[in-house]
């Protein structure tokens, strides 16, 4: 994994070179390879310097989370975590200057490797990255780096890259401190770091006598503002549900007021907290291995050869078709941007040319790029355009005859081999593939609003969508870069049929006398982003309406519950109140200021005068959204728990600190649920009564 070679003028390189097929992670070989290069460079009488620097492209991509994974006491964590620190310890002590030559992606434990070099040398490519994003998986940089990184360019400083895991490009961590230059070639890199070795000091400067924190040390006037200020920050985001930001600033506040050696025990024993933490296992199963398998096509047919897909059709260029439009075109492909006016479609791909103007504002693109962009998106009203398209995308309202009409009409002229996708966010593929003469190309591809920041696609197979569907679908998301699941078919799907229920589970706290604010806070509280009342107001109380009656049209009446569907009615028929694109539904949105809960809710509900504490409603927020998914997976709506709690935390905003619905029924103990569930259906209802089978399921082999 590493070479040790002489340079001129007695510079020594320690080259990583592992296999190539594999990024340079920290793990149990990577440690114990890095101490014996070390030990035997402690040695060299005769060095002048020593470079450090790798033979990938990327530098070091971080540290590896299996092997903290497989971390079971105390003792192994910390003795693990003291003997990387004492080998970067050895580099920053070694009495000699160190270079490290980022040349690039360097995260997490990569980056503090380069924190224990005296200096850091980056690569000018825009594509890499470098960062300590550890607080995003529920850990702290436990290699040194909620030491170095304050001691190095302040607290306030390193606020955004140690509790928000901020990662930047080059050029962005030059301007703060990260690095200490740029080169705009490898060979300039090497050059650069050479040079740099007969100028830069041998140690760090918190090695050196009289060492102050660079903006203020934790006992300053600065020190008070900040620390109490990020405290404060971080509680009204976090509500207390994550431990990462807590230890990181632990970690702060106590490790800057004691020596580098002493700081780094202090460290390791908040690292420790966290990589035992089962909210943090959790975390890393689903935010890092699940979202990665599936990110890498787990579920696409493996005998099925892949095919480039180079034109998309889409019909409907509303927010939704105009979203899809643009980030295909992101990505490369050509786009037919089809609806009934030219002036719909011009819309359209107006909607593009502005997210790209915001790019270029923010100096993420230039002008050229948003040029080739905006042409490979073509407009039109004619059909016929859709003829030599890979994959015909249908976004239009959520109406079966409508959906219908355009599917007949679409496909008298495509391509028998193409891939027709509905994205219809509650109604069944099966039953609109009756309208289709080619069902095994008919497929559903759901994706989220808006489109252009949503990383989630649901992918839906009716009864006879093909493997040939699955399969090219999934190939066209990984091109736009998104993360896909996939679900078998039913009302609603998953996500959408899931998060209804915390809509619902808010509107029947209100019924049930909750105060509104009571609900909203508590929906934040638990770790949604918005409370239940806020999200019927923005995805609009009319469609809501229009899903209960369509749902009523198909299945009866008995099928939706009747006091939500008279409460919803009432404030569309008689009030008018449809939420945020009226100004008016649970909240009231005045043109001149910040929404607030409407007054008017008091006349509509009794409000009682006990209330429920934060934690009953918290409780029944979470748990109904749990119960739906179980039974999404008793019925094979959803084929596995990975895939649940993946779309709950990037679909629908399920708590991330929970690692999703199904790892927050692991945490609470499937014991613990199931007794929790039966008071709550004794106390609000049958809705709450836990599936059968729960007693024996096992989420995760």
């Given amino acids: 994994m590493f070479q040790l070679t002489e ?14 097929d594999k990024m340079h992670v920290i793990d149990y070989d990577f440690i114990k390879g890095l101490e014996k290069h070390i030990d035997k460079i402690e040695k060299l009488k005769d060095m002048a310097g020593l470079i450090i620097l790798s033979k990938h492209n990327e530098f070091i991509a971080g540290g590896d989370l299996a092997m903290l994974r497989d971390v079971s006491s105390v003792e192994e964590c910390q003795k693990l975590t003291r ?103 490898e060979e300039e ?42 405290t404060a920050m971080m509680s009204a985001k976090t509500f207390g549900n994550y431990l990462a930001p807590k230890n990181i600033l632990s970690c702060i506040y106590e490790g800057l ?65 105009a979203g899809i439009a643009y980030v295909s075109a992101k990505a490369g492909i050509q786009v037919v941007l089809k609806d009934l006016t030219q002036e719909l479609v011009d819309q359209g791909k107006d909607y593009s040319a502005k997210l790209l103007d915001k790019a270029i504002e923010k100096k993420r693109l230039t002008p050229e790029k948003k040029s080739t962009i905006l042409d490979l998106i073509q407009t039109t009203t004619n059909v016929e355009d859709f003829k030599d398209c890979d994959l015909i995308i249908e976004a239009v309202v959520e109406d079966r005859k409508i959906k219908a009409i355009v599917t007949k009409e679409t496909e008298a002229i495509i391509s028998e081999n193409t891939i027709f996708a509905s994205n219809t966010s509650t109604l069944p593929i099966t039953g609109l593939a009756k309208e289709s003469t080619r069902p095994s190309n008919f497929i559903g591809l759901h994706f989220f609003s808006p489109v252009d920041k949503m990383p989630l696609v649901e992918v839906i197979l009716g ?18 870069n998104k993360t896909p699941i996939v679900v078998n078919d039913g009302r609603g799907f998953y996500t959408s049929r899931v998060f209804t229920t915390y809509v619902i589970e808010g509107i029947k706290l209100l019924q049930d ?17 918005v409370g239940p009342l806020a999200v019927a107001d923005e ?91 179980l039974k999404c997976l008793k019925e094979n ?18 708590p991330a600190y929970t690692g999703g619905v199904f790892s927050f029924i692991e945490l609470e103990g499937i014991e613990v649920f199931t007794r929790n569930c039966h008071q709550l259906a004794r106390k609000y209802g049958s809705r709450f009564t836990p599936p059968s089978f729960l007693s024996d399921v096992k989420f995760y082999e």
Wanted: net charge positive; aromatic share 6%; glycine share 10%.
């Fill in 539 to 629: 995805v609009s109380i009319d469609l809501i309406h229009h899903i209960l009656e369509q749902t009523i049209r198909d299945l009866g009446v008995e099928s939706v519950d009747q006091e939500i569907y008279r409460t919803v009615t009432f404030f569309v028929k008689k009030l008018g109140r449809l939420g945020r694109k009226s100004g008016k539904g649970f909240y009231e949105y005045p043109t001149d200021g910040n929404k607030f809960l409407s007054q008017h809710l008091e006349n509509h509900f009794s409000i009682s005068d006990q209330q429920p504490s934060v934690e009953d409603v918290k409780k029944r927020l979470l748990y109904i959204q749990s119960i739906e998914s």
């Fill in 463 to 480: 009864e006879k969508s093909s493997a040939e569907a699955t399969a090219l679908c999934l190939d066209y998301i990984q091109k736009i």
């Fill in 257 to 321: 007021q004691v020596p580098i050696d002493r700081a780094l025990e202090i460290e390791t024993s908040y690292f420790t907290e966290l990589v035992l933490n089962p909210s943090t296992k959790k975390m890393i199963r689903t935010l890092f291995y699940s979202m990665n398998e599936c990110k890498n096509g787990v579920h696409r047919p493996k005998d099925i050869v892949q095919k480039e897909i180079k034109k998309v059709g889409i019909l409907g260029a509303g927010m939704m078709g």
């Fill in 7 to 20: 340079s001129k003028n007695k510079i020594y390189h320690l080259i990583m070179d592992g296999p190539k």
């Fill in 83 to 185: 003997r990387l620190h004492r080998v970067l310890r050895k580099i920053e002590t070694l009495g000699k200057p160190v270079v490290a030559c980022l040349n690039g992606t360097t995260l997490g434990g990569g980056y503090e490797v380069t924190l224990a070099c005296h200096y850091r040398i980056g690569l000018s490519n825009k594509k890499y990255k470098i960062g300590l994003p550890e607080v995003t998986l529920g850990l702290l940089p436990g290699a040194g780096g909620t030491q170095r990184l304050p001691r190095m360019i302040g607290i306030q400083n390193s606020i955004p890259y140690l509790l928000q895991g901020k990662t930047v490009n080059p050029q962005e961590a030059l301007k703060d401190g990260l690095i200490d230059l740029l080169s705009d070639s």
């Fill in 513 to 529: 006398g909750v105060a509104p604010a009571l609900i909203e806070n508590a929906g934040k509280q638990a770790g949604m982003p």
């Fill in 637 to 654: 709506v959803l084929t596995t728990a990975r895939d649940g709690d993946v779309g709950s935390i990037i679909g629908f905003g399920f």
């Fill in 189 to 230: 890199l090497l050059i650069a770091a050479e040079n740099a070795i007969e100028v830069i000091v041998n140690e760090n400067p918190w090695d050196q006598k009289g060492f102050s924190i660079p903006g203020g040390e934790v006992q300053s006037k600065s020190g008070y503002m900040v620390i109490p200020g990020a």
